[in-house]
T-cell receptor, first 114, second 112 residues
Framework: EAGVAQSPRYKIIEKRQSVAFWCNPI?????LYWYQQILGQGPKLLIQ????????DSQLPKDRFSAERLKGVDSTLKIQPAKLEDSAVYLC????????????FGPGTRLTVL | GNSVTQMEGPVTLSEEAFLTINCTYT??????LFWYVQYPGEGLQLLLK?????DKGSNKGFEATYRKETTSFHLEKGSVQVSDSAVYFC???????????FGSGTRLLVRP
């Protein structure tokens, strides 16, 4: 079974530029999560989708971050404009629908903002 | 709100040594508890879990017991290997929300 795919694996940008990350969840997984993992910290949930609807985006900085999950499969997370403090690893995870199910994580995208 | 506190790393051990990584939590009700592991260059993987008090989760020689009286879920392994070198995260899911709350992670380095 293929795992959660993410791209790119690494990205370096200047502050105030924009960047987008892509995630392809495990086939059949209705729930998709985006986490931000700052160096030395545990992952923090940014947004959770159930199919193509948002379940929780309470920790998403909506003035600069946006995410979408068209057709309830792939998802993109965008930052515009980026700040230095956005340097982090962005993790995508997916799980089966309903209740709490094990989340399967992708390898992450490491973003460096200069 | 819910939170998880882990011992700071790095933890450096020799091969075959005994491992303990401490984890305590703050949560209302009856959370489920997890240990995740992140090997170099790979994504987070679920290592083990426990869903109610006194449950013991185990996998790959690792164990952790859900202790409600001490709000702890310490990770242990009797004999570590070089291949266990990774970052270990303690996490919880509250009983009123399915959001995973992670600790800050503990890096383990096992030397031959």
């Amino acid at each position: 079974e293929a795992g959660v795919a993410q791209s790119p694996r690494y990205k370096i940008i200047e502050k105030r530029q924009s960047v987008a990350f892509w995630c392809n969840p495990i086939s059949g997984h209705a729930t998709l999560y985006w986490y931000q993992q700052i160096l030395g910290q545990g992952p923090k949930l940014l947004i959770q989708f159930q199919n193509n609807g948002v379940v929780d985006d309470s920790q998403l900085p909506k003035d600069r971050f946006s995410a979408e999950r068209l057709k309830g499969v792939d998802s993109t997370l965008k930052i515009q404009p980026a700040k230095l403090e956005d340097s982090a690893v962005y993790l995508c995870a997916s799980s089966l629908e309903g209740g709490y199910n094990e989340q399967f994580f992708g390898p992450g995208t490491r973003l460096t903002v200069l | 709100g819910n939170s998880v506190t882990q011992m700071e790393g790095p933890v450096t051990l020799s091969e075959e040594a005994f491992l303990t990584i401490n984890c305590t939590y703050t949560a209302t009700g009856y959370p489920s508890l997890f240990w995740y592991v992140q090997y170099p260059g790979e994504g987070l993987q679920l290592l083990l879990k426990a869903t109610k008090a006194d449950d013991k989760g185990s996998n790959k020689g690792f164990e952790a017991t859900y202790r409600k009286e001490t709000t702890s879920f310490h990770l242990e392994k009797g004999s570590v290997q070089v291949s266990d070198s990774a970052v270990y995260f303690c996490a919880l899911v509250g009983d009123s929300s399915y959001k995973l709350i992670f600790g800050s992670g503990t890096r383990l380095l096992v030397r031959p």
